[in-house]
Structure formats: C-alpha cells, structure tokens
C-alpha cells in the first residue's frame, strides 16, 4: 500500500516563502514522486518532480527558478520550497507517485501518477 501525506502549506503575503514536505510510504523505491497543484475551477497541474533515481528534479515553466524540489532519502521525505510566491501559485497542492516503474523520462502528466496524497492549501495574499 502507498501513502502520501503532504503538510507545510498555510498563508503567504506574495514574495514570501513556504516549504511543502511529501512524507511517502511503501512501495516508492523506483517510482517518480510528482508535485501539482490544482486552484478552483482549473485542471491539476504539473508543478515538478524527483525522478526514481533522485536525478536532478524537473520542473514547469511556470516555477523554474521560484520553486525547489529536495529529498531526505533518509526519511523518505521529498519537499518543495516555494520562494518569491505570487497570487498565481494560490492552490491545492498535492505530491503524487508515478505509475511506471523506473519510468525512462520525465513523469508530467495526471495519467501517469497512480497515487496522491490529500493535499494541502498554499494561499497566498497580495
């Protein structure tokens, strides 16, 4: 059985900071761990992942060089540090384990993740 469980989010005044924390358990080894968001009304999208091999993170376009994905291997834990935060990056943000086993590129895709945490609410203020 897997397990994701994400915690960190909270209220940000826009330009401040917050660090997501995706604490995972069972069967993980092998597998991408995702991070997305969905706001009201807007379809879940891909924020950035950690590939199987904790090579190099990925991430969107719209977070690169804001956004920061790290892994405690130690603890099973992968964490996203949201810096310079805008009204935009208001949502839920949800961490996700991909479908494939040991997948050969990138995982960015809804359909590719087969399971997700509960989320937790990034709300930022102006």
């Known amino acids: 059985q897997v397990q994701l469980v994400e915690s960190g989010g909270g209220l940000v005044q826009a330009g401040g900071s917050l660090r997501l924390s995706c604490a995972a358990s069972?069967?993980?080894?092998?597998?991408?761990i995702g991070w997305f968001r969905q706001a009201p009304g807007k379809e879940r999208e891909f924020v950035g992942g950690?590939?199987?091999?904790?090579?190099?993170?990925y991430y969107a376009e719209s977070v690169r060089g804001r956004f920061a994905i790290s892994r405690d291997k130690d603890k099973n834990k992968d964490y996203l540090q949201m810096n310079s935060l805008k009204p935009d990056d208001q949502a839920m943000y949800y961490c996700?384990?991909?479908?494939?086993?040991?997948?050969?590129?990138?995982?960015?895709?809804?359909?590719?993740?087969?399971?997700w945490g509960q989320g937790t609410q990034v709300t930022v203020s102006p």
């Open positions: 996700g384990r991909s479908r494939g086993l040991m997948p050969g590129g990138e995982v960015r895709r809804t359909d590719e993740y087969e399971y």
């Open positions: 069972g069967r993980t080894f092998g597998y991408d």
């Open positions: 950690t590939t199987w091999s904790s090579e190099g993170p």
